[in-house]
Structure formats: C-alpha cells, structure tokens
C-alpha cells in the first residue's frame, strides 16, 4: 500500500479516520463505563484503599503517571499514616474527571 501524501499536516489516512463524535452523546458510555469499573472494584475486594502502585495498575497507567496527576491536583487521594491510598470512589471520580474530546 502506498503513503498517502500529507497536506496541512494531516495523512490523508488521518482524515478518513476523522471522527466527529458529540461529547454529549460520550456522556452515557463513559457512564456506562464507569459504571462497569465500580461493579468490577466491588466484586474484586474489599478493601477500602488501595496503594498507588495498585490504583495505577486498575486504571491500566503507570505508578508515575497517576502520582504525577495527584501532584497536579487531577487525582484525589488520601494519607493514611505515611502512605498515599486511593479509594474506589477517588479512582471512579479520576477517571471520570480524564474524559477525552476530541479537538475541533
């Protein structure tokens, strides 16, 4: 298959793949979503906390990259002792507040 050609910056590849999507319309399945990961912790365990290593790896990103969000105030977590925890109800609120739009 040949490389399309690039104009403004963009493949030609890229603009067939162009989706304009409602953010509004996103709404419901990133409930939905949301939704399912909050059934998936309840039925998983029981705990009320959970470490960063283990809060990173249920939202399927690195330790550093949630730890550098909770630094930028984008993810809430709590000081139990010495140790950061995050709750279930933390990591749904994260996730939600990270919804994608695309760009215009």
């Known amino acids: ?47 009320l906390a959970f470490s960063e290593k283990e809060a990173a790896a249920m939202l399927g990103v690195p330790d550093t990259t949630l730890r550098d969000d909770r630094y930028l105030g984008r ?7 010495r140790k950061i925890r995050y709750t279930r109800q933390q990591l749904l609120d994260y996730l939600a507040s990270r919804e994608w739009e695309p760009k215009d």
């Not at 993810?75 to 002792?81: D, E, H, P, R």
């Open 75 to 81: 993810a809430k977590a709590s000081l139990v002792g």
């Open 1 to 47: 298959m040949a490389k399309p050609t690039t104009t403004a910056g963009y493949s030609e590849w890229n603009k067939a793949m162009r989706l304009d999507l409602d953010p509004e319309e996103l709404k419901p399945i990133v409930q939905a979503v949301v939704a399912q990961l909050h059934d998936l912790f309840d039925d998983d365990d029981d705990r």
